[in-house]
């Protein structure tokens, strides 16, 4: 192929990628052109075919105009697929679990919550990180039924401990297809009726790519959760590529500043600045700034001194499964 070919292609996929009025309803059509190629990526018509699918799938899910086939891409596909099948099988298994990990109070050192994070680990016992499944469900239609179970286990299991007397703010994670998921609120709400747990007491953790995927429906959203109660964070602060105006707008009440700037923060200079801009951007904004990834006491000293209200991290604890937790917590200073 020369090189002026993918340059038209990526005019025509333009040009193609227009929005349409029908019926007073606007329609936008994006397109994607996944290529592979005769004799190098595949030997038959139905192979060729399966390898630009891959390729276009690739794209798809990248946001790429172009995606030309290679077999680095080809592994990943076999590695979802079987995770995907894993996964699965594992909604119906007691195969996941949540971990808990303690949020410490920097001014008076107390745990004050704790954010639940998903463990997976199969029949096989391998491990398998939530980084890497999180987006195998997300991409397929299996963060349905995940997040069912990730918010039923949740509820379930902060309500005891609620009832039992700990009075703690407990996060859960929200992944951008869970904003857009009109039953996300109904859910919600149901889980709220059944279990004895004030909203004030959960944060809903969510990130920035979920207001650039589609800004109106988030505002919405978060909207529609801030009047059931719920407190919210906005996770990973400053990874996203969104435009600071939105913070002002959205009813949110906690900012976490993501852990690639927290965890050097004592040796990189450019760290220093991001942190205690953000500790101000946040303060001034009336909202919690909790830092995750601590992982020395050099670095909790620097947050608690930038003013920084709660940490995270391995210097306190990593996150803990639940018996673990329970006792973390009926040994800690609480409020
Ligand atoms: P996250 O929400 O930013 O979670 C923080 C991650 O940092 C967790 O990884 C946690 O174990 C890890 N971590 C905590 N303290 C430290 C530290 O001091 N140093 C280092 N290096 N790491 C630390 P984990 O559990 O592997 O989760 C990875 C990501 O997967 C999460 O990032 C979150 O985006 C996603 N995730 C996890 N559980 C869930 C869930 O239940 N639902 C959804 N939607 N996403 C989840
Ligand atoms: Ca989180
Ligand atoms: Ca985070």
Same mark, same amino acid.
């Given at each position: 192929m020369q090189n002026t070919q993918p340059c038209k292609l990526a005019e025509a996929v333009s040009d193609i990628s227009l929005s349409y009025q029908v019926d007073n309803y606007p329609i936008h059509i994006e397109n994607t052109i996944g290529i592979a190629l005769y004799p190098q990526h595949a030997q038959t018509p139905a192979e060729l075919w399966l390898k630009a699918e891959q390729a276009m799938l690739h794209g798809r899910a990248n946001k790429l105009d172009i995606s030309i086939y290679n077999e680095e891409l080809n592994q990943q596909f076999v590695r979802r697929n079987l995770l995907f099948g894993q996964l699965r099988h594992a909604l119906s298994t007691q195969e996941l679990s949540l971990h808990f990990q303690p949020q410490i +109070? %920097?001014? /008076? !050192?107390? %745990?004050?919550g704790a954010e639940a994070l998903a463990r997976w680990r199969t029949g096989s016992g391998q491990y398998i990180s939530p980084a890497e499944f999180i987006p195998v469900a997300e991409s397929s239609g299996l963060i349905k039924p995940f997040t069912k179970w990730l918010l039923s286990e949740f509820f379930r299991q902060t309500a005891q401990w609620w009832q039992a007397g700990m009075n703690l703010h407990f996060s859960v994670n929200l992944s951008a297809r869970n904003l857009a998921d009109p039953e996300l609120i109904s859910d919600l709400r149901h889980l709220l009726a059944f279990h004895a747990i004030p909203a004030e007491n959960i944060v809903l953790e969510i990130t920035e790519c979920s207001f650039s995927d589609s800004p109106d429906q988030f505002m919405m959203t978060v909207d529609q959760l801030h009047r059931m109660g719920f407190r919210q964070s906005i996770d +990973?602060? !400053? /990874?996203? @590529?969104?435009? %600071?105006? @939105?913070l002002k707008d959205l009813r949110v009440n906690e900012l976490k500043i993501d852990q690639s700037f927290v965890t050097n923060l004592t040796t990189e200079k450019s760290c220093i600045a991001i942190v205690k801009s953000t500790i101000q951007l946040a303060h001034n904004l009336g909202l919690t700034v909790v830092a995750e990834g601590i992982e020395s006491e050099e670095v909790a000293a620097f947050l608690s001194q930038a003013g920084c209200d709660i940490g995270q991290g391995y210097y306190y604890s990593k996150p803990l499964p639940v018996d673990a937790f329970f006792s973390y917590a009926s040994s800690s200073t609480t409020p």
């Amino acid at each position: 192929m020369q090189n002026t070919q993918p340059c038209k292609l990526a005019e025509a996929v333009s040009d193609i990628s227009l929005s349409y009025q029908v019926d007073n309803y606007p329609i936008h059509i994006e397109n994607t052109i996944g290529i592979a190629l005769y004799p190098q990526h595949a030997q038959t018509p139905a192979e060729l075919w399966l390898k630009a699918e891959q390729a276009m799938l690739h794209g798809r899910a990248n946001k790429l105009d172009i995606s030309i086939y290679n077999e680095e891409l080809n592994q990943q596909f076999v590695r979802r697929n079987l995770l995907f099948g894993q996964l699965r099988h594992a909604l119906s298994t007691q195969e996941l679990s949540l971990h808990f990990q303690p949020q410490i +109070d %920097l001014k /008076t !050192g107390r %745990l004050v919550g704790a954010e639940a994070l998903a463990r997976w680990r199969t029949g096989s016992g391998q491990y398998i990180s939530p980084a890497e499944f999180i987006p195998v469900a997300e991409s397929s239609g299996l963060i349905k039924p995940f997040t069912k179970w990730l918010l039923s286990e949740f509820f379930r299991q902060t309500a005891q401990w609620w009832q039992a007397g700990m009075n703690l703010h407990f996060s859960v994670n929200l992944s951008a297809r869970n904003l857009a998921d009109p039953e996300l609120i109904s859910d919600l709400r149901h889980l709220l009726a059944f279990h004895a747990i004030p909203a004030e007491n959960i944060v809903l953790e969510i990130t920035e790519c979920s207001f650039s995927d589609s800004p109106d429906q988030f505002m919405m959203t978060v909207d529609q959760l801030h009047r059931m109660g719920f407190r919210q964070s906005i996770d +990973d602060f !400053g /990874t996203g @590529y969104s435009s %600071l105006s @939105y913070l002002k707008d959205l009813r949110v009440n906690e900012l976490k500043i993501d852990q690639s700037f927290v965890t050097n923060l004592t040796t990189e200079k450019s760290c220093i600045a991001i942190v205690k801009s953000t500790i101000q951007l946040a303060h001034n904004l009336g909202l919690t700034v909790v830092a995750e990834g601590i992982e020395s006491e050099e670095v909790a000293a620097f947050l608690s001194q930038a003013g920084c209200d709660i940490g995270q991290g391995y210097y306190y604890s990593k996150p803990l499964p639940v018996d673990a937790f329970f006792s973390y917590a009926s040994s800690s200073t609480t409020p």
